[in-house]
Nanobody
Framework: QVQLVESGGGLVQAGGSLRLSCAAS??????MGWFRQAPGKEREFVAAMSRGGGNQDYADSVKGRFTISRDNAKNTVLLQMNSLKPENTAVYYCAADRGTNSNTRSIEYDYWGRGTQVTVSS
């Protein structure tokens, strides 16, 4: 069982930036993803990266503004979020997939963090 701990959320003005971090326990590497859930909405895919880091996927709504990266030595995945918009307000969750490839489907992920709140004010 791996534990995922997110950090880096907070309150930011529209147009600002935040960097989320997700630390995984242990040394086993996973394909990683970020999802978010806004109040009254379903959880949605944001970004994902393969276990080796060579492949990334992004939701269309964040392409060009968000960047996923990983530091395998620290077993950490990051989500750099730039040009934030009020509609990006949500709880952001980190997830780990025991597979190899990046995955956009939440059902494919085996482990989830508790989430970190991101609030973007207009």
């Amino acid at each position: 069982q791996v534990q995922l701990v997110e950090s880096g959320g907070g309150l930011v003005q529209a147009g600002g930036s935040l960097r989320l971090s997700c630390a995984a326990s242990g040394r086993t590497l996973y394909a990683m993803g970020w999802f978010r859930q806004a109040p009254g909405k379903e959880r949605e895919f944001v970004a994902a990266m393969s276990r080796g880091g060579g492949n990334q996927d992004y939701a269309d709504s964040v392409k060009g503004r968000f960047t996923i990266s990983r530091d395998n030595a620290k077993n950490t995945v990051l989500l750099q979020m730039n040009s934030l918009k009020p509609e990006n307000t949500a709880v952001y969750y980190c997830a780990a997939d025991r597979g190899t490839n990046s995955n956009t489907r939440s059902i494919e992920y085996d482990y989830w963090g508790r989430g970190t709140q991101v609030t973007v004010s207009s």
